[in-house]
């Protein structure tokens, strides 16, 4: 019995790194709709983010199946229960993502490539996003602590927007609208490196019983 359930937790790591790729693809997918104005990327964002959503639908699935299966010991349990809430936070990287296209129509008349610091924040955000995943998945903690540092350099990235933005209307390079879009755009990368801190402090519950 206990094989089969090593079995199910595997499969159940093989789904998180599945979801945590289209959550990378998502973050990439966004920027470029907006730094690159490709026609067709923000209805790939949205494929990216139904994936996402099949993804935490399958993953709940096998977890309650998990634990209703077996008699799960406490390292099991807190195992179990971290992957329930990081989908969670996942899922909301996708929704982030999404956000972020819809607000390519109007950034990308900006023209904004090479003027702003977007596409470093979502490399940043895609790094962190990974690298909390895969340290669940490795139990690493100290991988999950860099994860949680790594979050400085989003922060600074997103303060850097805000100033060239400022930059932009100044030099008449860029409207107070889109502007306001491009603050938002940063933002959602700004939360979305927040909710990669996240998944690395689960990491940190399920392999320690402390969250934080």
Same mark, same amino acid.
């Given at each position: $019995?206990?094989?089969?359930?090593?079995?199910?937790?595997?499969?159940?790591?093989?789904?998180? $790194?599945? /979801?945590?790729?289209?959550?990378?693809?998502?973050?990439?997918?966004?920027?470029?709709?907006?730094?690159?104005?490709?026609?067709?990327?923000?209805?790939?964002?949205?494929?990216?983010?139904?994936?996402?959503?099949?993804?935490?639908?399958?993953?709940?699935?096998?977890? /309650?199946?998990?634990?209703?299966?077996?008699?799960?010991?406490?390292?099991?349990?807190?195992?179990?229960?971290?992957?329930?809430? /990081?989908?969670?936070?996942?899922?909301? +990287?996708?929704?982030?993502?999404?956000?972020?296209?819809?607000?390519?129509?109007?950034?990308?008349?900006?023209?904004?490539?090479?003027?702003?610091?977007?596409?470093?924040?979502?490399?940043?955000?895609?790094?962190?996003?990974?690298?909390?995943?895969? *340290?669940?998945?490795?139990?690493?903690?100290?991988?999950?602590?860099?994860?949680?540092?790594?979050?400085?350099?989003?922060?600074?990235?997103?303060?850097? +927007?805000?100033?060239?933005?400022?930059?932009?209307?100044?030099?008449?390079?860029?409207?107070?609208? *889109?502007?306001?879009?491009?603050? $938002?755009?940063?933002?959602?990368?700004?939360?979305?490196?927040?909710?990669? +801190?996240? +998944?690395?402090?689960?990491? /940190?519950?399920?392999?320690?019983?402390?969250?934080?």
């Amino acid at each position: $019995m206990r094989s089969e359930f090593d079995r199910d937790l595997h499969t159940m790591h093989k789904e998180l $790194m599945g /979801m945590g790729a289209s959550c990378e693809r998502a973050i990439a997918l966004a920027v470029s709709s907006i730094t690159d104005s490709k026609p067709g990327l923000k209805d790939e964002v949205q494929a990216a983010e139904e994936d996402i959503d099949r993804a935490e639908r399958n993953i709940e699935a096998l977890c /309650m199946r998990l634990l209703l299966r077996q008699q799960p010991v406490a390292t099991d349990l807190r195992n179990i229960s971290a992957a329930l809430k /990081m989908i969670s936070d996942l899922e909301r +990287v996708g929704d982030y993502a999404v956000d972020i296209a819809e607000l390519s129509p109007y950034l990308a008349k900006a023209q904004l490539s090479g003027k702003v610091h977007l596409s470093e924040m979502a490399l940043a955000a895609v790094d962190m996003v990974k690298q909390s995943v895969q *340290a669940f998945v490795d139990g690493d903690i100290q991988l999950a602590a860099r994860v949680k540092e790594s979050d400085d350099r989003v922060d600074e990235l997103f303060d850097r +927007v805000k100033t060239e933005a400022v930059a932009l209307i100044r030099d008449g390079a860029l409207d107070a609208h *889109a502007a306001l879009d491009l603050g $938002m755009a940063a933002k959602y990368f700004e939360r979305i490196g927040d909710h990669a +801190v996240n +998944v690395a402090e689960w990491v /940190m519950y399920a392999q320690t019983g402390e969250k934080g």
